[in-house]
Nanobody, 122 residues
Framework: QVQLVESGGGLVQAGGSLRLSCAAS????????MAWFRQAPGKEREFVAA????????DYTGSVRGRFTISRDNAKNTVYLQMNSVKSEDTAVYFC???????????????WGQGTQVTVSS
């Protein structure tokens, strides 16, 4: 059974930091690009960041570039999202996803986690 399990969400003050983790099980994801998406209340799920299978290339949506960092540890089958200088608009449920190639397209990702809530207080 393939599973992606996110952790590390919670309540953080604006300007603070948070590190999300996504642990994969059931198969190796070292051949897949992995990504983080987020969904705020009343909004569609949006792309946040993605990383290639080797970690050699990354992509970020403009609103988080320079503040968030995506990384992965293939030995641990885990992807991370380091969130620094968080803002109230970063409040959302964060989902990790795995797919074949690095893309911002939600439909390209095959496997999804259940999400972890991040709430930024001002």
């Amino acid at each position: 059974q393939v599973q992606l399990v996110e952790s590390g969400g919670g309540l953080v003050q604006a300007g603070g930091s948070l590190r999300l983790s996504c642990a994969a099980s059931g198969r190796t994801f070292s051949t897949d690009a992995m990504a983080w998406f987020r969904q705020a209340p009343g909004k569609e799920r949006e792309f946040v960041a993605a990383i290639t299978k080797t970690g050699g290339s990354t992509d970020y949506t403009g609103s988080v570039r320079g503040r968030f960092t995506i990384s992965r540890d293939n030995a641990k089958n885990t992807v991370y999202l380091q969130m620094n200088s968080v803002k109230s608009e970063d409040t959302a449920v964060y989902f990790c996803a795995a797919g074949g190639v690095l893309t911002r397209t939600r439909e390209s990702y095959v496997y999804w986690g259940q999400g972890t809530q991040v709430t930024v207080s001002s």
